[in-house]
């Protein structure tokens, strides 16, 4: 992955050195949190420190800490649990839908308790959950929908950006994703005073304009910077270039590996269309130390290649969350493999790296 920096983005930034605001009272966070939401279709924007202090400032603003269940999936990166354990959440651990690679609509149902106060939707790779069942399930149990859309700028359901389908959204702009800030993420909310609650959180708990230190809730310093506002506003106008550059490279990969009966490709379920965040194959005739071998043997090769994100319930710290049986993830996780997705990867370095993948495991197996 690399990001795309060129003078516009400079040009901001210098903008901000010159006059001196180098804050979150700086012009950009607004211009960038408006910009984002137009592009995603609606909503209320809140620029962030990064993607996981969205996610915590999320379930915070909704009311959610101390006794609550939040449903997570197995599936994911460790920031989805770790938000929910900082918030003093409880995280109930769901298996993944093998077909989706996404978090199960039964799995949902059988972790639901008289406890449980959100869903944590994740988009993982890009890939989107069905928002419709999981609508349906939070709405009939009066409990919140949080979509994790930290991989899925520009994934689409039914046409449309995601992003505005739960009661709120969470995104981050760290240097590998769609568009970046440095470090950075945002929120965005469905109900206007959620979102002003937000701000205050945001902000040490006290009002924007306060100037008497007087703080109305227990609040974290998540405000972004005037800096990386600058940098995220001058991505949003290159988004869409970005985001035709990232279905190239995935359309480039699905023809080369689809002639293969080992290698399954990213799930492309009806009704929705990836970011193209990070291109993620499972390789069917694989074992755990095999598929490690294999991306020992990439890097051999000078292609740097990263295994599945591992799941939660084989790691120490979240075990205790787990219960029960996570044959679908633990089958998606430690079989995968992901390869480089940068959109700025030119023909002959796509052609070297398929090329040398399908030696390499030819070899390994």
Same mark, same amino acid.
């Given at each position: 992955?690399?990001?795309?920096?060129?003078?516009?983005?400079?040009?901001?930034?210098?903008?901000?050195?010159?006059?001196?605001?180098?804050?979150?009272?700086?012009?950009?966070?607004? =211009?960038?949190?408006?910009?984002?939401?137009?592009?995603?279709?609606? +909503?209320?924007?809140?620029?962030?420190?990064?993607?996981?202090?969205?996610?915590?400032?999320?379930?915070?603003?909704?009311?959610?800490g101390k006794g609550?269940?939040?449903?997570?999936?197995?599936?994911?990166?460790?920031?989805?649990?770790?938000?929910?354990?900082?918030?003093?959440?409880?995280?109930?651990?769901?298996?993944?839908?093998?077909?989706?690679?996404?978090?199960?609509?039964?799995?949902?149902?059988?972790?639901?308790?008289?406890?449980?106060?959100?869903?944590?939707?994740?988009?993982?790779? +890009?890939?989107?959950?069905?928002?419709?069942?999981?609508?349906?399930?939070?709405?009939?149990?009066?409990?919140?929908?949080?979509?994790?859309?930290?991989?899925?700028?520009?994934?689409?359901?039914?046409?449309?950006?995601? +992003?505005?389908?739960?009661?709120?959204?969470?995104?981050?702009?760290?240097?590998?994703?769609?568009?970046?800030?440095?470090?950075?993420?945002?929120?965005?909310?469905?109900?206007?005073?959620?979102?002003?609650?937000?701000?205050?959180?945001?902000?040490?708990?006290?009002?924007?304009?306060?100037?008497?230190?007087?703080?109305?809730?227990?609040?974290?310093?998540?405000?972004?910077s005037n800096i990386?506002?600058?940098?995220?506003?001058?991505?949003?106008?290159?988004?869409?270039?970005?985001?035709?550059?990232?279905?190239?490279?995935?359309?480039?990969?699905?023809?080369?590996?689809?002639?293969?009966?080992?290698?399954?490709?990213?799930?492309?379920?009806?009704?929705?269309?990836?970011?193209?965040?990070?291109?993620?194959?499972?390789?069917?005739?694989?074992?755990? $130390?095999?598929?490690?071998?294999?991306?020992? =043997?990439? =890097?051999?090769?000078?292609?740097?290649?990263?295994?599945?994100?591992?799941?939660?319930?084989?790691?120490?710290?979240?075990?205790?969350?787990?219960?029960?049986?996570?044959?679908?993830?633990? $089958?998606?996780?430690l079989k995968s493999?992901?390869?480089?997705?940068?959109?700025?990867?030119?023909?002959?370095?796509?052609?070297?790296?398929?090329?040398?993948?399908?030696?390499?495991?030819?070899?390994?197996?």
């Amino acid at each position: 992955m690399q990001p795309f920096i060129d003078k516009s983005e400079i040009k901001n930034v210098l903008n901000c050195l010159q006059t001196g605001w180098l804050s979150s009272k700086g012009v950009y966070v607004k =211009k960038f949190e408006q910009k984002f939401t137009n592009f995603i279709g609606g +909503g209320y924007g809140v620029a962030v420190t990064n993607g996981t202090a969205a996610l915590e400032l999320a379930l915070t603003s909704l009311g959610i800490g101390k006794g609550d269940e939040v449903i997570v999936p197995n599936f994911t990166f460790g920031a989805s649990i770790n938000a929910v354990i900082n918030i003093g959440a409880k995280p109930v651990v769901a298996d993944i839908d093998e077909k989706t690679w996404t978090i199960s609509i039964k799995e949902i149902n059988s972790k639901m308790s008289r406890k449980t106060k959100a869903i944590l939707a994740v988009h993982i790779y +890009g890939l989107v959950c069905d928002l419709k069942n999981i609508s349906k399930i939070a709405k009939k149990n009066k409990i919140f929908l949080v979509e994790d859309c930290a991989e899925a700028l520009g994934s689409k359901f039914n046409k449309k950006y995601i +992003g505005n389908y739960g009661d709120c959204s969470t995104f981050s702009f760290y240097p590998n994703k769609t568009i970046t800030t440095g470090e950075g993420g945002m929120i965005v909310f469905k109900k206007k005073n959620v979102y002003e609650k937000s701000l205050i959180l945001r902000n040490q708990g006290r009002e924007i304009n306060d100037t008497f230190f007087i703080h109305k809730y227990r609040g974290f310093n998540f405000r972004m910077s005037n800096i990386q506002a600058a940098i995220g506003y001058a991505q949003m106008f290159k988004i869409k270039k970005f985001l035709n550059l990232r279905k190239k490279i995935f359309k480039f990969y699905n023809k080369v590996f689809k002639k293969y009966n080992f290698i399954g490709l990213m799930p492309d379920k009806k009704n929705t269309q990836n970011s193209g965040w990070l291109y993620t194959i499972k390789i069917k005739n694989i074992n755990h $130390n095999k598929r490690n071998q294999l991306i020992q =043997k990439l =890097k051999d090769k000078g292609i740097e290649a990263r295994p599945a994100f591992y799941p939660l319930n084989k790691m120490k710290p979240f075990k205790k969350y787990c219960k029960g049986e996570y044959e679908a993830s633990e $089958n998606v996780s430690l079989k995968s493999i992901s390869l480089p997705s940068s959109p700025f990867l030119l023909k002959k370095e796509l052609n070297y790296i398929t090329k040398t993948f399908l030696e390499e495991i030819n070899k390994i197996n």
